[in-house]
């Protein structure tokens, strides 16, 4: 496998404040882990970045809100909201992170590899049209999705965001759309931000049905998404056949991060992740890319990223041991969640 993991030095110069949990040592970190692993002498090669063209920007992003990035960057820093502020490298990372996805969705089409990792900063899932919010300005992966159905040609991009936190400005970005179909697997937006995500969002008009979202109770972990995956992501997979897979990697979805109330192992992120690339396998011809989005425990960023480029190098990994106990109220909630999800989609994959 031919395996490109997309990087540029302004991801680390990007930062929003001292102490900020969307810190650059979460890719110092995982540089490092990637380094010692030996990966990048077996089929993971590092590609640098290229900025994206501002005009695809603007086909999902306000002029005028970007162009406030840029000149808040150029003064030197300024703030969105009481947590999203920018500094001097700011507009020039999220160029970057935008236009990495770009280059390696172009690469993958393209025959040169076959699939990618981009690890970006900052992260882009929460942007929204014309707001930075939640640690986020521009969105990569939807610009990434964007440029394949407009310069790609391509009809059916799966999305799936398995960060603990809702994709809602990606979800946004699609929301009347059938040729991006968005995934959610995210902790209940009734009790954490972005506050949204709920089962009844399906999307409208051409893209009714066309977005999913499986909102989980606080704590669940293996059980959970293995249902999550066994009862909608792969049934819909199978009707949908999606001819390219991107997906937003959330490390925040592990039972250690700070910020959220998820309970997933490493080893159960694995799970996912190689399930992920089984589906591309089989309707999209391997082509895949991740995005890094949240993820505040350093070091299971590090090591979930290292097990994802793994996964998609085709190599084996071994998780570290973990033990996280799943209640039953956690099951018997994602049970009637996904049972009042077929119910609202039903027709359209049911």
Not at 43 to 70: F, M, T
Not at 312 to 325: I, N, R, V
Request: one cysteine or more.
């Amino acid at each position: 496998m031919r395996t490109d993991l997309v990087y540029h030095d302004s991801f680390v110069r990007h930062e929003m404040s001292p102490g900020h949990p969307e810190s650059p040592e979460r890719l110092i970190h995982t540089m490092k882990e990637i380094r010692e692993s030996g990966l990048l002498t077996e089929g993971v090669q590092v590609i640098q970045a290229e900025p994206a063209g501002l005009e695809e920007i603007y086909e999902l992003h306000d002029r005028a809100y970007i162009k406030s990035i840029q000149e808040k960057s150029e003064r030197g820093g300024g703030y969105y909201t009481l947590d999203t502020a920018v500094n001097g490298f700011t507009y020039t990372a999220a160029l970057h992170a935008a236009g990495g996805g770009v280059l390696a969705v172009n690469r993958i089409l393209e025959g040169v590899s076959d699939n990618a990792f981009v690890l970006c900063r900052p992260p882009g899932h929460h942007a929204e049209y014309d707001r930075a919010f939640g640690f986020c300005f521009i969105n990569n992966i939807a610009v990434a999705a964007n440029h394949l159905i407009t310069r790609g040609e391509l009809e059916r991009v799966l999305v799936v965001d398995y960060d603990a936190h809702h994709g809602n400005g990606t979800q946004n970005t699609f929301y009347d759309t059938d040729r991006v179909l968005y995934i959610g697997l995210h902790q209940d937006g009734r009790t954490l931000f972005p506050g949204s995500g709920f089962v009844q969002e399906i999307g409208k008009g051409a893209g009714r049905g066309y977005t999913v979202n499986v909102p989980m109770y606080p704590g669940a972990g293996r059980r959970s998404y293995d249902l999550a995956f066994s009862e909608i992501i792969e049934p819909i997979a199978e009707e949908y056949k999606p001819e390219f897979v991107l997906v937003s990697a959330g490390y925040d979805c592990h039972h250690r991060d700070p910020l959220t109330m998820l309970g997933l192992t490493l080893d159960d992120i694995d799970m996912m992740n190689r399930r992920l690339i089984k589906i591309a396998k089989r309707y999209s011809k391997g082509r895949i890319t991740y995005f890094l989005e949240g993820g505040y425990d350093i070091e299971v960023v590090s090591i979930g990223t290292r097990l994802t480029l793994e996964a998609l190098a085709g190599a084996s990994s071994s998780p570290p041991e973990e033990f996280q106990h799943e209640s039953d109220t956690c099951i018997s909630h994602t049970k009637a969640t996904i049972d009042e999800l077929k119910k609202e989609i039903a027709p359209s994959w049911f």
